[in-house]
């Protein structure tokens, strides 16, 4: 594999863009090297600059749950775009994807789109706020939710990967009203409510953790985040901008079985355009403008071509009953050849798998929380990066994020990554 359009790309890049890139992830900082500019992708593949084919594990963080340049979101925005790109006014579109999440999600009425992922969380929080009139949040270190303010507390994903959890410029005016609670840890969390009993507007968590890499919720943790907000009448809000419409049709909630408040959305929901949403039963919407008083507003919110994206993509996962469970199958199977080759090995490893997330870290203990994510050997991940890449698998640039299949991926491509693996495993 050689890179030099790409590192030719990377260089203009950094003339004119913040480190090159969009997004700090893309940069390749944590595991070094040149960043790979992509020209295309089809299916599961990749294709860069330079013409390398790449398998690909990413997904584009999660939104291309059913391959690259799928057919019928291609086709739903190329029609819709002779339409018109935006108006500034309510479509018929809008109500018609809102309906269709509404049917496939529980315990939700009604769902503002917005357009990220980010926006979706911070406006949960301050709907939030404004239903129960109380300020402070309970997050959980190395989970992210976006990059607003109230949120880069500890934060995970790129903010943890270039060692800034806790972000300059977050004020400490903002950060008093952020607690922090380690992942799965119960005790940690009711020990907060009874310092502020009556102070808690809502926990924000990822059902299952992703920007950390892959870590389930542990037996009973949910459950009992959710009677400990019932008990203290706090909001339980479900960030599923990465888990929505990925671990089932109705997310974390139906896969797990736990009725959250709020529920955020973004990823997958917009086809790869940018969508996010958040969503609740009316008695909490009822809060939001022009309902109510918790404002929120977007420019480009419920954007014609991104609701056609989303629509196409939602309508293709709620017409295909077993997905999801391909999906999980597919997980299992690279899950199960990469542990085969392991065991060949002394090195120490762990992979945390549910759904079609999964994610290896190089450590001998448990992964359960930012802090055992955080003990594995950054040395051996970014050979195992490197040397899979060389064998032309992307995998995320980043120990503390999660693998995203997709469903155009062959038992083939597995295989094939598999036997990518056992060839580099004497490298790492
Ligand atoms: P966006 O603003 O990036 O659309 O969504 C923020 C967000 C919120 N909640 C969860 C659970 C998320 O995972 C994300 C974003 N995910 C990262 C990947 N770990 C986006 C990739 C990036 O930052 O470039």
């Known amino acids: 594999m050689q890179y030099q359009r790409s590192s030719a790309l990377f260089k203009a ?61 291609i086709e739903a925005v190329k029609s819709r775009a002779y339409l018109g790109t935006s108006f500034g006014m309510p479509t018929a579109l809008e109500t018609e994807i809102a309906e269709l999440a509404i049917a496939m999600v529980p315990n939700i009425d009604k769902i503002r789109f917005v357009n990220s992922g980010t926006e979706a969380c911070m406006s949960a929080v301050r709907l939030a706020r404004g239903a129960t009139q109380r300020e402070k949040i309970i997050k959980f270190a190395g989970c992210y939710h976006g990059h607003s303010d109230a949120f880069l507390i500890q934060a995970g994903s790129g903010a943890v990967t270039f060692g800034s959890p806790s972000s300059p410029g977050v ?23 009874s310092e502020y009993p009556h102070e808690i507007a809502a926990i924000i968590i990822e059902p299952v953790a992703g920007n950390m890499g892959c870590i389930p919720p542990n037996a009973g943790f949910l459950e009992g985040l959710r ?16 888990t929505g419409f990925r671990l089932a049709k109705g997310g974390a909630q139906e896969l797990l079985g736990i009725k959250a408040d709020l529920v955020t959305f973004g990823k997958v929901l917009g086809g790869g355009l940018p969508v996010g949403a958040f969503a609740a039963k009316k008695e909490i919407m009822k809060h939001l403008a022009p309902d109510g008083p918790v404002y929120q507003a977007g420019t480009l919110s419920g954007n014609p071509l991104a609701m056609a994206a989303g629509l196409a ?16 199958l597919k997980t299992e199977h690279l899950h199960e050849g990469l542990e085969a080759v392991l065991k060949t090995t002394h090195i120490p490893y762990q992979i945390n798998r549910l759904g079609s997330m999964i994610s290896l870290h190089f450590t001998d203990e448990k992964v359960v929380d930012f802090e055992t994510a955080a003990s594995g050997n950054n040395e051996k991940f970014n050979n195992y990066f490197h040397g899979m890449l060389k064998e032309g698998i992307y995998l995320p640039p980043s120990a503390f994020e999660s693998y995203f299949l997709n469903d155009a991926l062959s038992h083939e491509d597995i295989d094939f990554t598999i036997n990518a693996f056992k060839k580099i495993i004497d490298t790492i």
Not at 177 to 187: I, K, M
Not at 227 to 241: K, P
Not at 313 to 328: G, T
């Open 13 to 73: 890049a950094q003339n004119v863009i913040p480190g090159g890139v969009n997004s700090p992830v893309r940069a390749f900082k944590a595991v070094g090297g040149t960043p790979i500019f992509v020209e295309r992708a089809k299916g599961a593949y990749l294709y860069d600059a330079d013409d390398n084919q790449l398998i690909d594990y990413i997904a584009s963080w999660g939104p291309m749950i059913l391959g690259h340049a799928y057919e019928p979101v």
């Open 171 to 193: 004020t400490k005016g903002t950060a008093k009203d952020t607690l922090l609670a380690p992942y799965n840890n119960l005790e940690a969390v009711a020990q907060l409510f």
């Open 227 to 242: 009677s400990l907000c019932d008990q203290y009448e706090t909001l339980l809000i479900f960030d599923e901008v990465m």
């Open 313 to 328: 993509m939602l309508q293709a996962l709620n017409a295909d009953s077993d997905i999801f469970d391909r999906l999980a």
